[in-house]
């Protein structure tokens, strides 16, 4: 009987031991700057690069780093046409903020804020999480509609 017992109570012990190590193993979003970084974003035929950064308010921001089809039918760099506001519209499209005002609840483990989809023009409320796979999960939402799209991190 004690030969077979060893065995499983040794198991046991291996199992309880990986579980606490599994378990006091921080997630990507039990810190809030766990969202800094450069994310691939592919959605709706557009892909780009993104770069998420930590303001001086300690809000987070996201800005346009690259877009695969940056210029336009002439030859010439796209710009953010269809910003609500005026000033912006010369924005190259590689450098428009998409993101602003991002702050973390501990809580709830997300981000939220503003988004501004630039190929309609629109601002939305956002909310960002990581899901278990390490994607970070970009939700816009306005007037009860809301979309979801995917972010994976490059660095």
């Known amino acids: 009987m004690k030969r ?6 040794f198991s046991v012990a291996i ?3 990986s579980a606490s190590l599994h ?10 700057d766990n ?8 959605h709706e035929g557009e892909e780009s690069r993104v770069r998420i950064f930590r303001q001086p308010d300690d809000t987070y921001s996201a800005q346009v780093l690259w877009i695969k089809d940056s210029l336009d039918r002439d030859g010439n760099l796209r710009l953010d046409a269809k910003n609500p506001d005026k000033s912006l519209r010369n924005v190259p ?3 428009i903020i998409i993101m602003k005002g991002l702050k ?3 809580e709830k483990k997300r981000w939220s804020g503003k988004i501004y989809d630039p190929t309609r023009g629109i601002r939305a409320n956002a909310a960002c999480s990581f899901d ?3 994607r970070l ?3 816009g939402s306005l007037l009860g509609i809301s979309e979801t799209v995917w972010w994976e991190k490059q660095e």
């Open 4 to 9: 077979f017992l060893y065995p499983a109570v």
């Open 15 to 17: 199992l309880m031991f």
């Open 23 to 32: 378990c006091e193993e921080p997630s990507r979003s039990d810190a809030p």
């Open 35 to 42: 969202i800094v970084g450069v994310y691939f974003v592919s």
């Open 93 to 95: 499209c590689n450098r």
């Open 104 to 106: 973390y609840d501990s």
């Open 132 to 134: 278990p796979d390490g």
């Open 137 to 139: 999960r970009v939700r």
